[in-house]
């Protein structure tokens, strides 16, 4: 059964990860690009294949489908879920997945990227993979196990279980969801097609970690208008944008609330984009911490010193924007531990040590917990996300599988 799984993860994550996902941040539609249309189709195609019932590809982008319950106990229904798309800005063209069978712990080189290296001295977990099949991009670009593995993993166990209706569990949901990388996707989700009374995310990296404490999160932008004029004669007209744009930048911390200068739990305020040009600029802003009193305070200090500019250039138009994003899900997890203790049986069953790191980050299960459905999230075994170092260990993928086929069996004890 071993090798199945194997064999079959490792198909399935090459083919996904050649499908090009990426969302955007920009877009107004939902999904945020037709791309991840593209692989929710080819899902949707496999499901009816195996035999999921209840297979439903929404207009936003939501594929849903429904495992059948195959025990007479009244069981709470659980929802499984991934997300499709990729991150932007890192790389482009299409991804050449490579397969590096039985790894020996030599150095991984890339390809396409002469520079880049993948070794354990860097990556210490890389270490503990020795003889695992490690698969990697081509150094170009990134390779989407971010959140392909999720798929990949949640496809081999619907195909199993509908195969093996001796194994005892409840009705369990199926949902691939769009645009998770830019943090609206899930405010889409249809609620009532879901009907789920718990949920896991298999979003995780390494083998054990069930996450549920993530950061809370709001997203700021401040417009600012200046003054345009011909630049020959600005003396005492011009009020330069991009100059005020500066100006708040110098006023912000930085030694420390930055990403660079913070862990653990630590939060930060994080200008990660700055568009436009002398007459009208944009910057864009990322505010995390653990707690939501010190978000709070984050999106005060940026309205101060925003407020301050604006207050020695009242020619300009300053205009700062907090947006929720999304929030802990400890406090709400913490009323009813089930989906953890549960997941954490589990791994002791196997002989795992579970991990519960407060994550530095956030995931679908952050805002579906706020909806009112319990989400913790599971490992997959990515690693180095978000990066043309990202690689995978399909053993550990199928631990993965194994894993959640004796986590829906203890729901229905």
């Known amino acids: 059964m071993s090798h199945a799984f194997c064999a079959e993860l490792e198909a399935r994550l090459v083919r996904y990860v050649q499908v090009e996902t990426t969302s955007d941040e920009a877009s107004s539609t939902a999904p945020s690009t037709a791309a991840q249309v593209d692989l929710q189709r080819m899902l949707e195609h496999e499901l009816h294949q195996i035999g999921a019932q209840d297979v439903l590809l929404a207009e936003n982008g939501f594929l849903y489908a429904t495992l059948p319950a195959t025990t007479t106990k009244t069981v709470p229904r659980v929802a499984l879920l991934a997300h499709v798309d990729t991150v932007a800005g890192v790389g482009e063209g299409p991804v050449k997945p490579r397969v590096h069978r039985r790894y020996d712990g030599a150095p991984i080189v890339f390809p396409d990227d002469e520079l880049l290296v993948l070794m354990p001295e860097i990556n210490p977990y890389l270490g503990k993979k020795l003889g695992h099949d490690i698969i990697t991009a081509s150094g170009g670009t990134l390779l989407g196990a971010d959140d392909k593995a999720g798929v990949a993993i949640l496809m081999t166990l619907a195909r199993h279980l509908l195969a093996h209706p001796e194994l005892a569990h409840g009705e369990l949901r199926l949902c691939f969801t769009p645009d998770e990388e ?3 996707g899930i405010r889409h989700i249809d ?3 879901l009907a789920a009374d718990f949920a896991y995310t ?5 083998v054990g970690e069930i996450v549920y404490e993530t950061f809370s999160a ?27 744009a500066g100006r708040i930048m110098t ?6 609330l930055t990403p660079e200068t913070t862990d653990a739990r630590q939060g930060f305020l994080h200008l990660y984009k700055l568009e436009g040009a002398a007459a009208a600029c944009t910057m864009h802003f990322i505010l995390r911490d653990f707690e939501e009193e010190k978000l709070a305070e984050y999106a005060r200090l940026l309205e101060s010193v925003c407020a301050d500019v604006r207050t020695s250039e009242p020619r300009a138009r300053i205009v700062c924007r907090i947006t929720p994003q999304y929030r802990n899900m400890r406090d709400r997890l913490q009323q009813d531990m089930r989906p953890v203790t549960y997941a954490v049986d589990v791994l002791k069953a196997m002989g795992i040590a579970p991990l519960s790191p407060p994550i530095r980050g956030g995931v679908d299960g952050s805002q579906l917990t706020a909806m009112g459905v319990p989400t913790p999230n599971l490992f997959t075994g990515m690693q180095n996300i978000h990066s043309p170092l990202e690689w995978i260990s399909v053993q550990d993928m199928e631990t993965a599988v194994k894993a959640l086929i004796a986590l829906v069996q203890r729901w229905a004890q």
């Open 182 to 184: 830019i943090g609206v």
């Open 191 to 193: 609620l009532s097609r």
């Open 202 to 206: 298999l979003d995780g990296g390494e």
């Open 218 to 244: 709001d997203k700021a932008t401040v417009s600012i208008t200046g003054v345009s004029t011909h630049p020959g004669r600005a003396k005492a007209k011009l009020v330069n944008a991009l100059q005020l």
């Open 251 to 256: 006023a912000l911390p930085h030694t420390h």
